[in-house]
């Protein structure tokens, strides 16, 4: 089993709607990401936080808004998405990433997301 | 941003036979790491190479990272159905390892 959890596992949303994808550790890890997968592509880095500080955003657009409460928590809202935003939403976790420079991630089952 | 290439893309073989896939780069990683993947789940992580010329195995499996730290090797012995999956490498760039780049993966199918 997992130990970094992602809820829902599958959504569906209209291009109007406003919804949440959440992510959950307690792995004591202190970098937490979100990746996006299109169906046959690898994972694509959205966002990196470090310490609970954005650290990364890879251009992606403020339809998808990042969020970490504290250290164990991370939220992707996501408001007037496309149809082609459909995808895997991959959340992963690695060790505090300064120190060191072996930073494996441990990856969410995802949330497979529908815009209709 | 530095690029991966895998090969080959896809691979069918036999239950009980050899095979290797390959990870490239032209940029040096400070580690590289070997994912599996199954369909509608995350990648899982196999194993972390971070030395030049490490082998590492992991029951059939045998990772290497080449001495130059630009590429890798996953070679598995007596494939069994159960190894199906998507294998990704991933190299970690940069000082602190954060931004973790992903190659376009090895679709692997054991037919029984």
């Known amino acids: 089993d997992t130990e970094v959890t992602q809820t829902p596992k599958h959504l569906v949303m209209g291009m109007t709607n406003k919804k949440s994808l959440k992510c959950e550790q307690h792995m004591g890890h202190r970098a937490m990401y979100w990746y996006k997968q299109k169906a046959k592509k690898p994972p694509e880095l959205m966002f990196v936080y470090s310490y609970e500080k954005l650290s990364i955003n890879e251009s992606v657009p403020s339809r998808f808004s990042p969020e970490c409460p504290n250290s164990s928590l991370l939220n992707l809202h996501l408001h007037a998405l496309q149809p082609e935003d459909s995808a895997l939403y991959l959340c992963?976790?690695?060790?505090?990433?300064?120190?060191?420079?072996?930073?494996?991630?441990?990856f969410g089952e995802g949330s497979r997301l529908t815009v209709l | 941003t530095q690029l991966l290439e895998q090969s080959p893309q896809f691979l069918s073989i036999q239950e009980g036979e050899n095979l290797t896939v390959y990870c490239n780069s032209s940029s040096v990683f400070s580690s590289l790491q070997w994912y599996r993947q199954e369909p509608g789940e995350g990648p899982v992580l196999l194993v972390t190479v971070v030395t030049g010329g490490e082998v590492k195995k992991l029951k059939r499996l045998t990772f290497q990272f080449g001495d130059a730290r630009k590429d890798s090797s996953l070679h598995i012995t007596a494939a069994q159905t159960g190894d199906t999956g998507l294998y990704l490498c991933a190299g970690a760039q940069g000082n602190y390892g954060q931004n973790f780049v992903f190659g376009p993966g090895t679709r692997l199918s054991v037919l029984p």
């Open positions: 992963a976790s690695s060790q505090d990433a300064v120190h060191t420079n072996t930073g494996e991630l441990f």
